[in-house]
């Protein structure tokens, strides 16, 4: 079976090809992006039609169908045109799949899709295995035992619309549940918690009544009250309209006028008996001054005359005093010389009158005339002195007159001195006391015309201050007023008790109780109709809050319960719900109300996960019993491969003997292996890649002549041989040209310029068809 021929009218951005004969082998060379992979792409709709966009990876590049044809041709001539008639899988008899692996080498890939599958299906082809079937028995087993797979390692399936193993998971889950819900109900009492809630519906019935009474018997007490409160309230305010004159600030005014009038009038008196003391006072200093002034005047003339008479005798003393002082050296050496002049003189005599020489008479005459001239000197000097003694008892004479008296000099400087010292006081004295009378006049001036005065304005001030208050308040005395004071902050505290009493049992509607008394009135009103009601009960607020605490207690005990009940009722519909969703029974809704239903839905949820169970393990069993067959017949896949097979014959011949034998091994990872011509053994990745392409060549050569019952067929290649280099590539151009030369037609698709060059002396002898094939229309 061959292609004889291909035209692509339009597919995408292909331009037409024509007709395009294909021989044996055909190289069609294509640069990237001209189009050689659409042309691929259209061959392989062309051939497998719908079932391609299955098959094939990236096949609508271009969506939609190539508009053209492929012609067919088998070995006994029969030509078959494609689209126009079946596809290829129903030409060769093959299953879409398998002709994919066996005649199309797509995208540089010569490996084969879903491997083991491939294998096991051309075998059972082959062989008549029963692999199917026994897949078909698994399968259905799985079905009926509602599994994931036919294979022991499944589980419950879980489908939509089904969801068996959820719902198994759920029902043991929901069985825990009911088992843990079963003591709570037991412990809760769940089945008498109605009967419990009924009877603390009616205590609370029986304590609301009593509170209603008390209510009614408060409202009455409120308007009583209340109406109490207004009336009062309105005395208040209309007592206060008539005393609003009177203020604590002008009590306060009255009170203090009186009291500094008082105080000032004291002070007032106080000043003017001062001023009296001050007056008397003033006439006294005043003869004092009088007096002192005598005194002074008679030691002005005393100082008058010692000035005049004494001061200047002591004047001329004192120069001669100095004088006398200056002279008494001289007078103590006049004094030595006449006594030393008398002695020589004495001398000179009695050594005349011994020898009476000349000598000694000049010494007399000398000694004499000094003798009489120190002794004149000396007298002059004494004579002086008794003039200044004589002077000195004239002054303390004149001294003594005056009281000034003493026995020398300094005694009487002294006692001059301090005449002048006490008159100098006297002096002083009388000019101070000159000065205190002055300030006592103006002082007391200032009493008289000043501050008694303006005291005086002060007591008039205030006088007219509280004339001008009794007047507008219309009281006699400051007591009066007090007491009308008094009651306005009486009837002031009325109005604010009660307003504020108002206020706490009926609230505001304003700042001030003129605002709220309306407001008030109405609210006492309103509760008009209580005032004959409950006249035999009397409000008491602690029964209220032990009414209230008891009915706050039952309240809770009835949410508790309630909440109890809710919470059962909704955990037994959610069980309802649950369980119901689980079992699915057509004809039997079940209900959950009461502890038996509980129980009888567990019974029922343990009888579903017993049975999904069973027939779950009822039906692994049995197909683990299939499986041990159906590995038994998947070692027969290994026919198709080993040392004598059509497999191992090709790769040994194309790979000239460097390998020996091909096996399909099935220890779980279902792998083709090879062995060397020295025994070893590799796996098919681990093999190079010219080794890999070889192999794989191989088999797709030997199961496709299987599969077509030893007729050849042809090969699509797309660059297979890409990755290889030069030497390599060369080695495996002769491999398709002997593939070719067994039979099979090679239709390859390249854009290596190293595969054209490589045969281009077969595309010059004519043994190998060269065809390029056209650029893309730009889109």
Not at 88 to 99: R, V
Not at 338 to 345: P, R, Y
Request: aromatic share 8%.
């Amino acid at each position: 079976m061959r292609l004889s021929e291909f035209a692509i009218r339009h597919y995408g951005p292909l331009p037409d090809t024509g007709r395009v004969a294909l021989d044996s082998f055909s190289l069609l060379f294509g640069r990237n992006e001209e189009g050689k992979t659409l042309t691929i792409d259209a061959l392989v709709k062309l051939l497998f039609k719908r079932s391609s966009r299955r098959l094939f990876n990236n096949i609508d590049r271009v969506s939609g169908d190539p508009d053209g044809y492929l012609v067919i041709e088998d070995e006994s001539g029969k030509v078959t045109k494609l689209p126009e008639e079946e596809g290829l899988a129903d030409i060769t008899g093959l299953t879409s799949e398998e002709c994919r692996n066996i005649f199309i080498v797509r995208n540089s890939d010569l490996s084969i899709a879903s491997e083991s599958e491939f294998y096991r299906s051309v075998t059972e082809r082959l062989t008549g295995l029963r692999i199917g079937e026994i897949r078909s028995i698994r399968a259905r087993l799985g079905e009926l035992g509602k599994l994931t797979k036919g294979s022991s390692d499944a589980s419950l399936r879980d489908w939509a619309g089904e969801k068996l193993k959820a719902r198994t998971n759920d029902a043991v889950d929901l069985i825990e549940e009911i088992r843990g819900l079963e003591d709570q109900l037991e412990e809760e009492e769940y089945d008498r918690l109605e009967e419990r809630l009924l009877g603390v519906g009616e205590k609370m019935s029986q304590i609301s009544s009593e509170l209603q009474s008390f209510e009614a018997a408060w409202k009455r007490e409120e308007y009583e009250k209340g109406r109490e409160a207004c009336e009062a309230l309105t005395r208040a305010k209309d007592e206060l309209r008539q005393l609003e004159v009177y203020s604590d600030g002008d009590a306060r005014l009255w009170e203090r006028c009186e009291t500094d009038a008082k105080s000032w009038e004291k002070e007032m008196e106080d000043l003017r008996e001062e001023v009296d003391t001050k007056k008397k006072e003033l006439e006294q200093k005043r003869k004092a001054l009088e007096q002192i002034k005598l005194e002074v005047q008679a030691l002005r003339d005393t100082k008058k005359r010692i000035d005049n008479e004494i001061e200047p005798e002591i004047g001329k003393y004192e120069m001669d005093v100095g004088k006398m002082r200056r002279d008494e050296t001289r007078g103590r050496f006049f004094t030595t010389a006449v006594v030393a002049s008398a002695a020589l003189l004495l001398a000179s005599i009695m050594g005349l009158i011994v020898n009476p020489a000349p000598v000694f008479y000049g010494l007399l005459a000398l000694f004499l005339v000094l003798t009489g001239i120190f002794g004149a000197q000396k007298y002059l000097f004494v004579r002086e002195k008794a003039h200044h003694a004589a002077v000195f008892e004239r002054i303390r004479l004149s001294a003594s007159r005056f009281g000034l008296g003493g026995e020398s000099m300094p005694e009487i400087l002294s006692a001059i001195q301090r005449f002048g010292v006490d008159y100098s006081r006297q002096e002083s004295e009388t000019a101070q006391a000159d000065m205190g009378i002055s300030s006592l006049r103006k002082e007391i001036e200032w009493l008289t015309d000043t501050a008694i005065k303006a005291l005086g304005d002060k007591i008039t001030d205030s006088t007219t201050q509280i004339h001008n208050i009794a007047q507008r308040s219309g009281a006699r005395t400051l007591r009066e007023y007090n007491q009308k004071l008094e009651r306005r902050l009486a009837c002031e505290q009325t109005v604010a008790m009660e307003s504020k009493m108002l206020q706490s049992h009926f609230g505001s509607v304003g700042k001030t109780p003129e605002e709220n008394l309306q407001h008030w009135l109405d609210k006492v009103n309103s509760l008009e109709d209580f005032g004959n009601k409950a006249m035999d009960v009397t409000y008491d607020a602690e029964a209220v809050l032990q009414l209230d605490s008891e009915q706050e207690a039952f309240l809770k005990e009835q949410a508790k319960l309630e909440d109890s009940l809710t919470h059962f009722r909704d955990l037994l519909r959610e069980i309802e719900r649950n369980a119901n969703e689980i079992l699915r029974l057509e004809d039997d809704y079940l209900h959950c109300n009461t502890s038996l239903d509980v129980k009888t839905i567990k019974d029922k949820l343990l009888n579903f996960v017993a049975q999904t169970e069973t027939t779950k393990e009822d039906a692994l069993k049995a197909i683990r019993t299939f499986e041990s067959l159906e590995r038994e017949e998947e070692e027969k896949i290994s026919t198709l491969f080993g040392k004598d097979s059509l497999v191992s014959e090709h790769f040994h011949e194309i790979t000239r003997g460097l390998y020996e034998q091909v096996d399909f091994v099935l220890d779980g990872t279902k792998r083709v292996r090879v062995r060397l011509k020295d025994g070893s053994m590799l796996d098919a990745e681990q093999l190079s890649g010219g080794a890999y392409d070889q192999l794989y060549l191989s088999i797709r050569l030997a199961l496709g002549e299987k599969l077509l019952e030893g007729n050849k067929g042809f090969f699509i290649m797309d660059d297979p041989f890409i990755k290889a280099d030069k030497d390599r590539l060369r080695r495996q151009m002769d491999i398709l040209r002997r593939i070719c030369e067994s039979g099979w037609q090679v239709i390859y698709f390249t854009a290596k310029d190293e595969v054209k060059d490589i045969l281009q002396q077969d595309i010059a002898n004519g043994s190998i068809s060269y065809i390029e094939v056209q650029g893309a229309v730009p889109a």
